[in-house]
């Protein structure tokens, strides 16, 4: 048990300043943060409109997909990128191997676009009954 | 040829499977010819290949079909030998299988379950067939198990009257009981020769301690004499009676029972190392055949008789197993097989004729209503009292006259043996004489079976056996060392002929019927009909205190103990289900808590 | 990368290759018969391509991967299940389904192609990658079926857990690569261990185990199994459970012999929890998917006993003896998730599942019913069937051992799961009750289900058929 904590004290420590830097955090924020309980302080702020219904509706997520598949695409450069800087070293085999990749990313792109997760306008809602 | 061997076997398999698989649906006459074409194919084939193997003039035959059990040291094979013994029982159990098949076909014809029927019969044949032709130990196991199945399937075949099933039931349980000892005597085998191919045993360099094998032996014995219903295992066969004439015929007479006769034969070279258990052999076998002998001149049912006299005949054959004379004995084996199959088809014909009457009392004077049934069943009985030139006599006549000589058994033995032909003749003709003449019975119909009826034809091949089949020359030399032929004084050949022509002589003054026979009631004839007490016996010493112990345990004691264990499982189980709640949060700490164990345990272990 | 290495890789291109051809397809023209029969030709290839190259010793391809005997066992394994999905999948959409079908095989080719790359990793970064692959697409399958509730739960249950126990198993082999400064798994473990490393080991240990649904971290497995279509249970039930097990056994073979006895303390304490609390669970259990479940927890652990042997003695039997369990596993499971398919449709908000709906099954199909029939029999473990085998295999290696702890909780397992695989063989034979349907026609799926069945019983009655065949493999392995 003593060795075992002799072994282990940094994560101990690690583990317990986490909990001390979370805890204080939360703490500090409770007793130095402004409290005020007026008639409209959960009101939206003057140009907002006044919430109504429930707020837990169903809603597509076909802009966060548009983000999604912006990133990833995005990300994707990023080999290319790498395999630009060494082309001299990697020579035919990698070429061919970043025409395979780029193929690859053409035919999700293909795909992509014949199911329609590109249109903007086609709900992605599964039907309602 | 001879590589068509598997076949054999595997053609009743198949018709058995095919009418179980369409149970129920095909017409009589399909199932008729399925079942019975089947046994007739393997009889012409095992014909064929019998040619060609003693044409070959090999000692064995050897054919392996598949590895079974693939045990490292001793592989157990699915293999079959054919050789100078199995070939005869092959053709035994085919022929006269055949014989019975095609007479079962006609019996049965009305009767609405004649498929089921015919299933447990093909099986019955698969199975004896794989006795006899397997090579090792385990297959011969196999086919003894399978045959004692169906013999129980077949006993019980009315199963609508509780009786029967009675009767089934004390036949399978009874040898069960030689079955247990077998299978140990088989489990001591294996643990001493560490195989259980029956070549490799008997030909094994192992030394063996005498009172190993002799144990072995004793076992051994015990499972033939429960098979072949001998003393003490006896009282099975006269209640298996209650199944159709064609089961007593082909089970009850010519197959099954003689199979501790075979299981002896084939292992002789071991029962040989061992001092003494061939006498005690021979003594089961002669105090048998006289017991039965004595229980047959009692017995008012004709098919109790036969069965007391077969079970009097395979006392023979132990006595001639005891008295070295395995080749004799296997002969009587195929001679009795003839005549006695003959005798139960005959009863059966009679039995149908009588609208199943089997009360001998009932019948007389059947020698004039049915003259050709009764030549039928007086050749048998003249086979089966050995009428010389008859098929009886030569089988008969070779076991005694070894049995004077052989210096396992010996003068005593033969006149037990003789004493029991005394009696064969006594109650043979009593039993000729009480069905067929004397007034005629009113029940019987008026005309007999004509000679193309399927109730004779299959009948007609036996009745010549019967006459003839002494005459067969049967080669056992590549499988039994040859005996030293015995020549005895004359006297002692013709001295069981003597005796019984006394027995007909005191047939025909105790029991030729002048007026209407009656039954004799009295204690003595009530002690003797009954088997010479042995049910009553066996009821006392071991069915009575079972069922007090069973009647003291009622509640089961034991049995509380499993519900505890029950309760205590579901118990468990409530509780435990409570942590499957389906709340993620609850999961989610679950799996951590679990992870933290692991690593407490890392840590706590150190 | 050597072309030798690309040739050794031919069943994962072509896995590969088949994910593009049917997006292609996807993009050009929807079609169901056309997609499952790209999957199925696709799985042939490559389980031709397996079968054609079959490895005989140890190959390194690049840094990542390998191909050994072993790995090439649990890749037909694997394939094999696959197909069999790919079959059902058919059926049990119907021809006019609401949900797509492609993405369906698509997916399935992708988990199949990271259970392999699974199988055949020999680096931390391989392994992540590919173990993410195989949950990842699995994850989307859980929930194919947008409008039931059951599965939409059930899969975000298995997202928010299987995500915190990836990282327990991302932690593990930080803890690990920080002690040793290796990343190949053979280094890695190679090195000797201080008590971080070995804390490290255990959360790996922990993080497969809760792929395997072993007992501290079996929580899961009840809940996703039941809100799953049933086609997807058993993806999850054999695929992901036969290719973490390949992992799983690699790994505890590779620990340096000093912490062995921490170990198989630890194993077999987790195997005898898993046996009876998996077993003791299942007892009253109604519906099947759940019991499945539970019974797969117990499962698990008996093949886990074979990993602890392993790790006790000599280890090419051991590999046999696990190898032949987990093959009777699948069997069994790839028969009664597929009869349960063929009577279930995906479009329907419930699959057949409660107990009672399967009553008397046997009067109205004897054939689907003998399957299922056979199949419990051979979970149960008795003989004819290749369940019993495997058990026979493991209770003979355990008394080998004298680990009696084991042994016990083998036996008193068993004898619980009795109970509840007889409840459920007797309910099929109980006098029917209502009508229950049966998908018509299928006849290439119901014939690929009698093969398998005949494999159950060909393997129950004669082992040495497969025996001798492991043994020559994993002697060379």
């Known amino acids: 048990m003593e060795q075992a904590l002799v072994e282990l004290w940094p994560i101990l420590l690690y583990f317990a300043f986490t909990l001390v830097l979370l805890g204080g955090v939360m703490l500090v924020s409770t007793i130095l943060g402004p409290r005020t309980r007026g008639h409209s302080t959960h009101l939206p702020y003057e140009s907002g409109i006044l919430p109504l219904g429930n707020a837990r509706v169903k809603f597509a997520n076909h802009f966060f997909l548009y983000a999604i598949f912006f990133v990833i695409f995005d990300l994707e450069t990023l080999f290319l990128f790498a395999w630009a800087i060494s082309f001299e070293q990697v020579g035919v085999t990698g070429f061919i191997e970043a025409l395979v990749f780029i193929l690859i990313l053409l035919i999700a792109l293909v795909y992509l676009w014949r199911i329609g997760a590109l249109n903007i306008r086609k709900r992605h809602l599964p039907e309602q009954n | 040829m001879q590589d068509l061997l598997f076949l054999v076997p595997v053609l009743p398999l198949a018709s058995a499977l095919v009418l179980l698989l369409t149970a129920g649906r095909l017409s009589p006459f399909v199932v008729a010819i399925l079942g019975v074409g089947s046994i007739g194919l ?38 079959l030998q054919l050789d100078q013994l199995s070939l005869v029982m092959t053709g035994v159990i085919t022929g006269v299988g055949w014989m019975i098949h095609w007479y079962a076909a006609a019996y049965m014809y009305d009767d609405k379950d004649i498929q089921r029927f015919f299933v447990y019969m093909n099986l019955f044949v698969f199975a004896m067939l794989i006795l006899v032709l397997g090579d090792s130990l385990v297959l011969l196991y196999l086919g003894w198990e399978g045959v004692g199945l169906c013999s129980f399937l077949l006993i019980g075949f009315w199963q609508h009257d509780p009786n029967n099933v009675k009767a089934a039931k004390k036949a399978f349980i009874v040898t ?166 003959l005798l139960f088809l005959t009863a059966g014909s009679i039995i149908v004729k009588l609208h199943h009457q089997q009360n001998i009392y009932k019948m007389g004077g059947l020698f004039r209503s049915l003259p050709l049934t009764s030549t039928f069943l007086l050749i048998g009985l003249l086979a089966l009292v050995a009428f010389p030139g008859t098929s009886g006599f030569f089988s008969k006549e070779a076991i005694l006259a070894a049995t004077w000589q052989a210096h396992t058994a010996g003068p005593v033995f033969w006149s037990l043996g003789v004493l029991g032909a005394f009696l064969t003749s006594l109650y043979s003709f009593r039993l000729l004489f009480i069905v067929c003449f004397g007034p005629a019975s009113q029940h019987v119909e008026e005309r007999d079976f004509s000679p193309a009826s399927h109730f004779v034809l299959p009948l007609l091949p036996l009745f010549v056996l019967a006459v003839v089949g002494g005459f067969i020359t049967l080669d056992f030399s590549r499988v039994f060392a040859q005996a030293a032929h015995p020549h005895v004084t004359l006297w002692i050949e013709w001295m069981p002929v003597a005796v019984s022509a006394f027995g007909f002589v005191v047939a025909w003054v105790l029991y030729f019927p002048r007026t209407t026979p009656r039954q004799v009631d009295g204690t003595m004839t009530r002690f003797c009909r009954d088997g010479l007490g042995f049910d009553w016996l066996y009821n006392r010493l071991f069915t009575q205190p079972l069922r007090l112990f069973a009647r003291l345990n009622k509640s089961d004691v034991i049995d509380h103990f499993y519900r505890f264990v029950a309760w205590l499982n579901f118990r468990l189980n409530a509780v435990l289900v409570t942590s499957q709640n389906g709340k993620l949060r609850w999961y989610l700490y679950g799996t951590l808590a679990g992870c933290v164990l692991m690593l407490g345990g890392l840590i706590w272990w150190r | ?180 400064g290796q990343l190949l798994l053979t280094q890695m473990l190679s090195s000797p261990m201080q008590l971080v490393a070995k804390s490290g080991f255990v959360l790996v240990v922990a993080g497969l185990a809760f792929k395997l649904s072993l007992v501290p971290l079996h929580f899961w497995t009840p809940d996703v199994y039941q809100g799953a279509p049933v086609n997807s249970t058993l993806l999850l039930t054999s695929l992901s459970k036969a290719a973490v097990f390949a992992l799983f056994i690699k790994l505890i073979l590779l620990i340096p012999p000093e912490f ?85 449709k995906l479009d329907e908000q419930q699959d057949l599942d409660d107990l009672p709906q399967l009553q008397g099954l046997f009067w109205q199909h004897p054939w689907l019913a003998s399957v299922m029939t056979l199949a419990f029999l051979s979970l149960a473990g008795m003989p004819i069937t ?45 006098p029917l009750q209502r009508d229950i349907q049966q998908t018509s026609g299928a006849y290439l799926s119901k014939m690929w289900i009698g093969v398998i069945t005949a494999g159950l019983l060909l393997l129950g009655i004669l082992p040495g058929l497969l025996g001798d065949e492991l043994r020559r493999i994993l002697a060379i392995g």
């Open chain 3, 1 to 180: 990368m050597s072309l030798q290495e690309l040739w050794l890789l031919l069943p994962v291109l072509i896995i590969c290759v088949g994910v593009l051809t049917l997006m292609l397809q996807a993009a050009w023209q929807r079609n169901n018969v056309l997609a499952q029969g790209l999957t199925v030709l696709t799985l042939t290839l490559a389980l031709g391509a397996l079968i054609r190259q079959y490895p005989t010793d140890m190959r390194t391809i690049t840094l990542l991967f390998e191909h050994e005997p072993i790995g090439g066992f649990f890749s037909l394994l694997l394939l094999m299940v696959a197909i069999s999905v790919a079959l059902l999948q058919g059926p049990y959409m119907g021809k006019n389904s609401k949900e797509v079908a492609e993405e369906f095989y698509i997916l399935l080719l992708l988990s199949c192609l990271g259970s392999i790359l699974l199988v055949m990793s020999r680096h931390v970064a391989s392994v992540i990658l590919s173990i993410e692959l195989m949950s990842l697409s699995m994850l989307a399958m859980l929930a194919y079926n947008r409008e039931r509730k059951l599965a939409l739960e059930g899969a975000m249950k298995y997202l928010l857990l299987s995500g915190a126990a990836t990282s327990l198993l991302l932690l593990g082999f930080a803890l690990l690569y920080a002690t040793s």
């Open chain 3, 386 to 430: 290749i369940g019993f085998i495997g058990k026979f295999y493991l209770l003979t290696l355990a008394v080998k051992l004298s680990a009696w702890w084991l042994v016990t909780a083998m036996l008193v397992g068993s004898a619980v799961g009795l109970y509840y695989y007889l409840r459920v063989i007797f309910t099929l034979f109980a």
């Open chain 2, 42 to 79: 393997a009889a012409l084939l095992s014909l064929f290949i019998g040619l060609a193997f003693v044409a070959s003039g090999e000692p064995v035959f050897h054919q392996v079909l598949f590895n079974w059990l693939p045990i490292a040291n001793a592989p157990i094979n699915a293999a």
């Open chain 3, 260 to 344: 062995e006895a921490d170990m198989v303390r630890m194993l077999s304490w987790m195997a005898i929890a898993s046996m009876l609390l998996g077993n003791w669970l299942a007892l009253q259990q109604r519906s099947l998917k759940r019991l499945m479940a539970y019974s797969a927890i117990a499962h698990m652990g008996y093949v886990l006993v074979a990993g602890v042997i392993a790790m006790g003695i000599d280890h090419s039997l051991v590999l046999e003896g696990a190898s032949y369990y987990l093959l009777a596993y699948l069997v069994a499971s790839i028969l009664i998730f597929a009869v349960l398919t063929l009577l279930s």
């Open chain 2, 176 to 341: 069960r009981v030689g079955d247990t000892a077998m299978m140990l005597g088989l489990l001591i085998l294996f643990t001493e020769f560490g195989s259980l191919h029956i070549a490799t045993i008997l030909s094994s360099p192992v030394p063996v301690a005498q009172h190993t094998l002799w144990l072995a032996c004793l076992l051994l014995v015990g499972g033939a004499v429960g098979k072949s219903a001998q003393l003490p295992l006896q009282t099975w066969l006269p209640d298996a009676m209650a199944g159709p004439p064609p089961v007593s015929a082909l089970i009850h007479a010519a197959t099954m029972v003689t199979a501790g006769v075979y299981l002896i034969a084939r292992l002789h070279p071991l029962f040989l190392q061992v001092e003494g258990i061939l006498t005690l052999v021979a003594w089961i076998g002669a105090l048998t055949l006289v017991l039965a002998g004595i229980a047959a001149l009692f017995q008012s049912d004709i098919k109790r008789v036969l069965a007391y006299s077969t079970m009097s005949q395979i006392g023979y054959m132990f006595l001639g197993l005891g008295a070295l004379a395995f080749d004799s004995a296997i002969f009587h084996l195929m001679t009795h097989a003839f005549f006695k199959a």
